[in-house]
């Protein structure tokens, strides 16, 4: 039987991000991504562009209970940033990146084995049902 699963790769990235950097760091352009791009292809990465958001002053305080609670509000990044991010760039380093993808990594190798165990459990439960059900309809038979 064949088992199709997917995941947002960036939520994994995210998680990891989340433990080991200031929530300010984390958004577009921000650290969780510009280390994981250092960690990953070093020559892509400009560390010296490597800077906070400079905000437009836009919706700040709706922006910032959105973000509070999970949520984002659907706007250009140009509308809200003079610079393009909306996370602070500037705690990047290689190692974070490392640490960010090892650590997802590792999560992801346990939602995989976490899926596998449950879908062997599934083959066996079906395949026990399917014996029981042989079984019922022999002693059926015999009965006859």
Excluded: C, W
């Amino acid at each position: 039987m064949p088992l199709i699963a997917s995941i947002f790769g960036y939520a994994l990235i995210a998680e990891q991000a989340k433990t080991l950097l200031p929530a300010d760091a984390i958004g577009h352009g921000g650290a969780d991504e510009a280390a994981v791009v250092m960690a990953v292809a070093p020559h892509q990465a400009k560390p010296h562009s490597f800077a906070a958001p400079r905000l437009t002053g836009t919706q700040v305080e709706t922006v910032a209970l959105l973000r509070a609670y999970g949520g984002t509000l659907a706007r250009r990044y140009g509308e809200v940033t003079h610079n393009g991010a909306t996370g602070d760039a500037t705690p990047a380093t290689a190692e974070l990146g490392r640490q960010i993808l090892d650590g997802a990594a590792h999560r992801l190798a346990q939602i995989i084995e976490v899926l596998l165990r449950e879908a062997d459990e599934a083959k066996d439960a079906q395949a026990s049902g399917q014996q029981k059900e042989q079984n019922s309809d022999v002693e059926m038979d015999s009965e006859a």
